[in-house]
């Protein structure tokens, strides 16, 4: 008697049998294959060894040991007040808990993992099920045997009936019914196998819940280990933030002002105050405001400003005071807000307009007590400093009216516009200046502090700069106006790598010496302007003269100058000269090296002859 259900269909694939325990079966095998995809999923993931003890599973942690590499390299940056250290130091300490977080929810992972429902499902039910599975083969197997052996029986009975044999006929009629017997014991073995595994089947089916609850379990500790993290991390980012926030080690130019001011205790912006306390031992220097320093001098500048030296130490590497009126126009043009504040743009406009005299300074008193105290204090410096430069403008020819076409468009100019236009405040700054004590009756130029003294330390500028070995020679101070804008650091960089690099080497040294025959003179324009006109007096000097003095106050000089001096006066030179030269140049195969040899024997023959002395005598 066979059942109308049974999984008998699954191996004998009968027809027409509606079999509901296969689909039961398809159902476990699949979740079977996806809770064993997930443990592997899972695992893979781990990195650690499984450990018995949490904290030494721990250090084996990437994280752990990334923060102890941070907290080493943390220790060895010793300078004070480093941003780099602090936070690096937190970052690292946040690391080596995020190892231990990450041991405690591997740990925790292996555990769901290896003791739950999932892993017996996928380690030993199914297992039992496949083992219950083979053995219901087993059984329909010999089920089928022991019937077709009845089968046979029972054709060679019926063959039988129709011969007159009777003892064949009982015979078979005796292993015919064996068979039967063996046939219907076999096939209650088969039910029973069925039920058993049907059983099983059932069984793991209901667990499928257990079995999506250990992965949720895993989700879980998941959740808490990022949790306990960001916990860790939210605690740590307040300080971490705190420490850029106030950390003096920042950049000064394109700093907000009051930020900048916090961040460095001060009261006077840096850049101010370095720029100003260097300008008043060059308040006569002629061009200020209007002649430039060399772009790689006043990037240098910057740079240091901005890294926080010392401006003691700043004052010993400059000394051209180009270079201080250039920080000042920079750093005001390179504020995030101008320092007249943008959102009063209209009304410094407006006061800019008022033609009656008292009514002007009554509305820029008002506009400067609306200003941010920072704000205030920074451009009443900066205007007490402006007056005491008009008050010497004898000497250097800088008026009120110059001086604020110069410095008007660095104070206001459209922040929110695109193009940044800056608003015309000649004459509201012009009053400013010259009505200085109405505005500001404290002085605030007392704001130096004693690393910033008044006048700097040496008037020598300590050679640094890439043309720091023509000014070790030479006097800043002691130089005519259009001298200065020779040597200034852009005229150098275009000219000395060339053959005008090395003549004003020679000009300077000329120059030079004729200043100190009168040093005792007052030093008006004229006499700058007499000075400046000297140049045509070099071209008289000799080449062994000159060469010379490359040798003797400039050793270290590349020669390549000199050499293209002569290139530039060979270009000078008739068609016939110069193809007398290039034949010579190319024949005799002059280097570098070999033209220095040739120059310096030429002058240890004429030193030992007594050329120069002789020379020297008849001068």
């Known amino acids: 008697m066979k059942r109308a259900s049974s999984l008998f269909s699954i191996f004998t694939a009968e027809e027409g049998v509606d079999n509901n325990l296969r689909s039961v079966q398809e159902e476990v095998v699949a979740v079977k294959q996806a809770c064993k995809a997930a443990c592997k999923a899972f695992k893979d993931c781990l990195q650690l060894k499984k450990m018995e ?42 690391f080596k808990i995020v190892g231990y977080q990450q041991a405690n929810l591997e740990s925790t992972i292996h555990q769901v993992l290896d003791e739950g429902k999932i892993n017996e499902l996928v380690t030993k039910d199914y297992l039992h099920a496949e083992t219950e599975m083979s053995e219901l083969k087993r059984k329909i197997g010999q089920h089928a045997n022991s019937k077709n052996k009845y089968e046979r029986e029972q054709k060679k009975l019926d063959t ?35 039920d058993k595994l049907a059983a099983t089947l059932y069984s793991l089916q209901s667990n499928e819940r257990l079995y999506a609850e250990n992965i949720l379990a895993c989700m879980h500790q998941l959740k808490g280990c990022l949790t306990r993290i960001t916990e860790q991390v939210d605690a740590a980012l307040p300080a971490m933030q705190h420490v850029l926030d106030t950390t003096p080690r920042r950049k000064v130019f394109g700093e907000d002002l009051e ?11 840096v850049p101010l105050r370095f720029a100003v306390c260097g300008l008043l031992g060059h308040l006569r220097e002629e061009g200020l405001f209007r ?22 130490q700043l004052r010993a590497q400059f000394n051209n005071p180009h270079i201080f009126t250039a920080v000042i126009k920079a750093y005001l043009r390179e504020l995030k807000d101008p320092l007249l504040c943008s959102k009063y743009s209209n009304l410094w406009v407006e006061a800019d307009g008022v033609k009656e005299r008292s009514k002007q300074v009554e509305l820029i008193k008002e506009l400067l007590a609306k200003l941010p105290e920072a704000n205030r204090t920074n451009i009443g410096y900066l205007v007490q400093f402006l007056s005491k430069l008009v008050a010497e403008k004898d000497h250097n020819l800088m008026t009120t009216a110059n001086l604020v076409i110069v410095i008007g468009p660095n104070l206001l100019w459209k922040k929110d516009s695109e193009t940044e236009d800056a608003f015309s405040i000649n004459s509201a700054l012009k009053i400013m200046i010259d009505e200085v004590a109405q505005f500001f009756p404290t002085s ?3 704001e130096c502090d004693e690393d910033d003294p008044h006048i700097p330390c040496s008037q020598e500028r300590v050679p640094k700069s890439p043309s720091s070995m023509l000014r070790s020679f030479w006097s800043w101070d002691n130089g005519s106006s259009q001298e200065k804008r020779r040597f200034s650091d852009d005229s150098l960089e275009m000219q000395g790598k060339g053959s005008a690099g090395v003549y004003n080497m020679f000009r300077s040294d000329t120059l030079r010496t004729e200043e100190e025959d009168d040093k005792n003179d007052t030093l008006d ?64 195969g002059t280097s570098v090296k070999d033209f220095m040899s040739s120059v310096t024997s030429t002058i240890r023959r004429n030193k030992s002859s007594g050329y120069y002395e002789d020379r020297n005598k008849k001068k």
């Open 291 to 312: 002649v430039g320093p060399g772009l790689l001098s006043l990037r240098r500048a910057k740079t240091a400003l901005d890294a926080g030296v010392p401006n003691k």
């Open 53 to 94: 003890n949490l904290e030494a599973m721990g250090q084996e942690s990437t994280y752990y040991k990334s923060g102890e590499l941070m907290l080493r390299k943390a220790g060895m940056v010793n300078h004070s007040e480093s941003p780099v250290r602090e936070i690096l130091t937190k970052t690292g300490e946040v």
């Open 444 to 446: 605030l130029l007392t």
């Open 259 to 269: 930020t900048h001011l916090q961040t460095r205790n001060v009261k006077i912006a």
């Open 160 to 194: 039988a009936k129709e011969t007159d044999d009777p003892e064949y006929e009982r015979e078979l009629e005796s292993r015919t019914g064996k068979a039967e017997a063996e046939m219907d014991a076999l096939y209650a073995e088969v039910v029973a196998a069925e």
């Open 525 to 588: 324009k004229s006499v700058y302007r007499e000075r400046a006109q000297s140049t045509d007096k070099l071209k008289d000097i000799r080449e062994e003269t000159m060469v010379e003095q490359i040798v003797d106050n400039f050793e270290t000089i590349n020669p390549v100058g000199s050499i293209r001096k002569v290139s530039r006066d060979s270009a000078k030179s008739s068609p016939e000269e110069k193809s007398k030269k290039s034949h010579s140049r190319t024949h005799s």
